[in-house]
């Protein structure tokens, strides 16, 4: 229900850019028209779209993302949200499941059906740059690939201005795209992108590769100085999938921003409860879904109308009871985190050192 940003929180302010961001990637399940209407009415920043991408290995558009660029402070800020799978949206769904690795040499094992989701080329992988696409767009013949359109439209807008700056975000599927759009970015050595680059900011994304590519991404955040917060609410499940286990290999790299139902926040190596199932867990969670659920009738009492949330979001809550974690991946509470949450700081070297 919300579409405004909190006014409280300005550039300069740490909370800003995870906030906007957040606010982004909850705006980018919405259609163009409440897109374009929310950042320019609302937030008084200038909408660049709101983009299908073609998935060559689906042969359909399964990719969105939404671009603006917010002009009210100088260095201005551009933002490039990906969206997260819709809960009706059989396409996101397809690229969730597909639990197949996409191996790249010297870079690791990564979730292929996310790869392919941001644009992996078919079948030759993940060339610089894709022959012909210019001549092609021009006769209107070509489809349009998530990183690759992106990342010429990053260089067209940020060579405008010297200073200008770009943070990549999303919430679950989202964020997993936006983090993968920054490790092609380090496989092609876009140094003058990355350099603009101020960070990529991801809400309940889940893991996209193996220990190898965990290792390879946190050297290069390292390199060329690049900022990585991944954030996770509570019981959130699906930051905890797919597992990390003897079967999958799946594994998380840097520092976990963790809150709690309080919206309290520690920087640690791993989420609890990192692969979800566990019977000592059980009640507890089922205890942290009530709470939450009684939750959602005080908090705009305590913290005003902004917090009221409708009675959909109620009965969803619900679900918690059932599937403990379902009902905390919602983009609701990363919101509330950004708003009333502790103000985290990432280890300087993002090497996971665990902090309160």
């Known amino acids: 229900m919300r579409v405004d940003l909190d006014r409280t929180i300005k550039m300069g302010d740490r909370r800003y850019s995870p906030h906007v961001s957040i606010m982004a990637a909850k ?9 374009k209407t929310v950042i320019q ?5 200038h909408f660049l779209g709101l983009q299908n991408f073609w998935n060559a290995y689906e042969e359909q558009y399964s990719t969105q993302a939404t671009m603006f660029q917010d002009k009210t402070d100088d260095p201005n800020l551009i933002v490039v ?30 979730h292929a059906g996310f790869m392919k989701a941001l644009g992996l080329q078919k079948p030759i992988g993940w060339p610089k740059d894709i022959i012909n696409q210019e001549a092609q767009e021009q006769n209107n013949t070509t489809k349009q690939f998530a990183y690759y359109k992106i ?3 990053l260089k067209k807008i940020l060579s405008k201005s010297e200073k200008a700056k770009f943070i990549v975000t999303g919430h679950s599927l989202g964020g997993a795209l ?10 092609h050595e876009e140094e003058w992108l990355l350099d603009k680059l101020e960070g990529v900011y991801t809400f309940g994304q889940p893991r996209v590769g193996d220990e190898q590519f965990g290792n390879f991404m946190m050297k290069k ?11 996770v609410y509570c019981n959130d499940m699906v930051p905890r999938l797919p597992y990390d286990d003897k079967t999958l290999f799946f594994k998380h790299f840097g520092s976990c921003l963790y809150y709690n139902s309080l919206y309290k926040g520690k920087v ?5 409860n990192k692969n979800y199932f566990s019977l000592l867990w059980v009640l507890p969670k089922v205890l942290n879904a009530a709470f939450e659920l009684i939750r ?5 009492w305590l913290k005003g109308s902004d917090y009221e949330q409708s009675w959909l979001e109620i009965i969803f809550r619900m679900v918690g009871f059932v599937i403990p974690g379902l009902s905390a991946h919602g983009p609701v509470d990363y919101v509330n985190l950004t708003r009333l949450g502790s103000t985290l700081h990432l280890p300087q070297s993002q090497e996971g050192l665990k902090h309160d």
């Open 27 to 35: 705006l980018s399940y919405e259609n163009e028209a409440l897109n």
């Open 41 to 45: 009415h609302h937030w008084q920043m």
């Open 81 to 110: 949200a990906f969206r997260g799978t819709g809960p009706f949206y059989a396409n996101a769904w397809i690229s969730d499941i597909d639990l197949s690795w996409y191996d790249l040499e010297g870079m690791g094992k990564i």
């Open 151 to 153: 990342r010429e439209d």
């Open 178 to 187: 936006a983090i993968l759009f920054a490790s092609v970015l380090f496989l």
């Open 221 to 231: 955040l390292k390199k060329f100085d690049v900022k990585y917060f991944r954030y």
């Open 268 to 272: 640690k190596e791993e989420e609890p």
């Open 296 to 300: 959602s009738f005080i908090l705009s």
